[in-house]
């Protein structure tokens, strides 16, 4: 069986166009201009609907997040399938994922907004999130000083390499991306049915 990855990278290795750096640029403005909009549209750049979700009084961040979940995995996996994209999948490094997620979600706790909804609140004027970008900033420095050290410790505990949930279940990957995409939809159908937002 052919690897769709790999024939995607066959197939652009040998065609693929030079791309031009300027209208690279303004597609990848154009489109977080629209995420960004649509972020706000969706109420997530507002400070109480983010503290609501972690205090798990307001569930719009996780409606919004498996909604992009379910669509996002229905429109990759079949791409991949049929060789039109490659998936770029990060290393699960179970240490460095824990760690990372601790250090995130006790930011996001104390700001109140993640990178994303960040960006979107700045945009629609909670000038609030400025602590939160500056602390963004201040954070990726401190992660690219540490780095170095990092990958010699920390992203060593636990590395199970580039690996999808689909891998560790004795099912066809197709039949998992169905599966897991019904059962999602089966969630949010419950949590509109019973939160309030």
């Not at 031009?20 to 154009?30: D, E, K, S």
């Not at 992009?68 to 999948?89: D, S, T």
């Not at 997620?101 to 909670?126: D, E, H, I, K, N």
């Amino acid at each position: 069986m052919i690897d769709p990855g790999k024939a995607v990278k066959q197939s652009t290795e040998k065609s693929a166009p030079r791309v031009a750096a300027a209208p690279t640029l303004i597609a990848g403005a154009m489109f977080g201009l629209v995420f960004g909009f649509l972020l706000q549209k969706g109420g997530v750049g507002k400070y109480n609907v983010l503290i609501g979700q972690l205090l798990l009084q307001d569930w719009t961040v996780v409606k919004i997040m498996l909604t992009a979940i379910v669509v996002g995995m229905i429109g990759v996996f079949p791409l991949h399938h049929f060789a039109k994209v490659n998936l770029h999948i990060k290393p699960t490094r179970i240490g460095a994922n824990i760690i990372g997620g601790l250090v995130f979600g006790a930011g996001f706790a104390l700001v109140g907004y993640c990178p994303g909804t960040a960006a979107a609140a700045l945009g629609q004027g909670s000038w609030d999130a400025l602590f939160g970008m500056a602390g963004l900033i201040v954070g990726s420095w401190i992660f690219a000083e540490f780095s170095g050290l990092t990958k010699r410790t920390i992203e060593k505990w636990g590395d199970l390499g580039k690996v999808l949930l689909s891998d560790l279940l004795p099912v066809p990957r197709g039949v998992f991306v169905v599966g897991f995409a019904l059962a999602l939809s089966a969630i949010l159908m419950i949590l509109q049915q019973f939160t309030i937002r």
